[in-house]
């Protein structure tokens, strides 16, 4: 299994807070990126990074926003939670974003917004 | 704006069946596609990947078919059995970051 962790795996919060969900790889693999899955909707990407501080915008973004200082790690930010924003997040990573690159997701957060 | 659709959503066999998973996808102009398994509560494992070049992959009791002109890809299981209970996901990549996922289809394989 690829080694990639998400913290936290479970989360509830309020409307209104801010919330941090954090993606670590131990792959050295240039791309990361950020899902949320909702039923109906399956997984749906919200933002990903081709290299350390260069991130673009997936097909959900607003709302979101990314940072990634270091290789290993993609942090995603809920600057304002909503309850829209309820859902399973899953960060997945590739090598080189390359035809033939798989790409390997993580466990999951679950996060609940009241 | 792709779109990518799996049918059916849900299908029951007995155990040792050979069965047929379908996706289908509308913008022909992918980089490549690939199918996932997804268990309750889990994340996604990679099963097999086909670059736009390619028309099949194979990985044990698996076979992923590619036709790009028909916007078709179909993931075949051999002697299916119990433990390949699971959803299946496919995902099509028009490039590096960029990719649609269907809703997947779930499968239940019967003892």
């Known amino acids: 299994d690829a080694g990639i962790t998400q913290s936290p795996r479970h989360k509830v919060t309020e409307t209104g807070t801010p919330v941090t969900l954090r993606c670590h790889q131990t792959?050295?693999?240039?791309?990361m990126y950020w899902y949320r899955q909702d039923p109906g909707h399956g997984l749906r990407l919200i933002h990903y990074?081709?290299?350390?501080?260069?991130?673009d915008k997936g097909e959900v973004s607003d709302g979101y926003s990314v940072s990634r200082s270091k290789t290993e790690d993609f942090l995603l930010t809920l600057e304002s939670a909503t309850s829209s924003q309820t859902s399973v997040y899953f960060c997945?990573?590739?090598?080189?974003?390359?035809?033939?690159?798989?790409?390997?997701f993580g466990p999951g957060t679950r996060l609940t917004v009241l | 704006k792709q779109e990518v659709t799996q049918i059916p959503a849900a299908l029951s066999v007995p155990e040792g069946e050979n069965l047929v998973l379908n996706c289908s996808f509308t913008?022909?102009?992918?980089?490549?596609l690939q199918w996932f398994r997804q268990d309750p509560g889990k994340g996604l494992t990679s099963l097999l990947l086909?670059?736009?070049?390619?028309r099949e992959q194979t990985s044990g009791r698996l076979n992923a078919s590619l036709d790009k002109s028909s916007g078709r890809s179909t993931l075949y299981i051999a002697a299916s059995q119990p433990g390949d209970s699971a959803t299946y996901l496919c995902?099509?990549?028009?490039?590096?970051?960029?990719?649609?996922f269907g809703d997947g289809t779930t499968l239940t394989v019967k003892p």
């Open positions: 913008d022909s102009a992918i980089y490549n």
């Open positions: 792959e050295n693999h240039r791309y």
């Open positions: 086909i670059q736009s070049s390619q």
């Open positions: 995902a099509a990549y028009t490039n590096a970051g960029k990719s649609t």
């Open positions: 997945a990573i590739s090598e080189s974003g390359g035809a033939a690159d798989t790409q390997y």
């Open positions: 990074s081709y290299g350390v501080k260069d991130t």
